[in-house]
């Protein structure tokens, strides 16, 4: 025991003639954290946060809608498939739509066989920003085209976003887009 206290005694001179550790400098600490804070909380950083959350739930939403909602039964081979009037889409509009309906068949005909991703999803990004401009013009003030094109483009959307194809290929027979497809870019010349 004697020798404990001795051992004890020794350690508390050694500790002493040790340099003391410096001072913790806790105010420019506190004020650091301060200022950090204030950055975090700034008018700008609540915005950013608030917009983050708010395109977040946006796209939940429009997920669980999609989810939810269903997909539109399948349209029986004999139902007529509606064509768009000539006379309601301007010529240069009408050519353009045709065109792109004449592109995107065999794009859709691939996804519908769950062709190759990678050739896959570079022509559903060009097709999807084509079918967003004809959506926007006056290519969609007809209800046939512009039914088709929203169809058109939630296919797209699906194939571009995380190579969904098989998503892609469900909405492709579930709600008609390919036999639509050809009966409009095939019904006009």
């Not at 010529?91 to 996804?111: K, T």
């Not at 896959?120 to 007809?142: G, W, Y």
């Not at 512009?146 to 483009?153: H, N, S």
Request: aromatic share 2%; glycine share 8%.
């Amino acid at each position: 025991m004697d020798r404990d206290r001795a051992d004890d005694a020794r350690l508390g001179e050694l500790l002493r003639a040790h340099d003391p550790p410096p001072p913790v400098p806790a105010g420019e600490m506190w004020d650091a954290i301060a200022l950090d804070l204030r950055r975090r909380t700034s008018p700008r950083a609540r915005w950013a946060r608030r917009a983050a959350l708010l395109a977040a739930s946006l796209v939940l939403g429009v997920i669980v809608g999609e989810q939810t909602a269903g997909i539109a039964p399948r349209r029986d081979a004999a139902a007529p498939i509606p064509r768009p009037a000539s006379a309601s889409i301007p010529r240069a509009y009408r050519l353009a739509l045709d065109g792109h309906l004449a592109e995107a068949q065999p794009v859709l005909a691939q996804i519908e066989r769950g062709g190759p991703a990678g050739t896959v999803d570079e022509s559903a990004r060009r097709l999807l920003v084509t079918t967003r401009v004809l959506l926007a013009s006056p290519a969609a003030d007809d209800a046939a085209a512009a039914a088709l094109l929203r169809d058109l483009e939630l296919v797209l959307s699906q194939t571009v976003a995380d190579g969904g194809t098989v998503l892609a290929a469900d909405a492709i027979h579930a709600r008609g887009v390919l036999p639509r497809l050809r009966a409009m870019a095939g019904g006009r010349a």
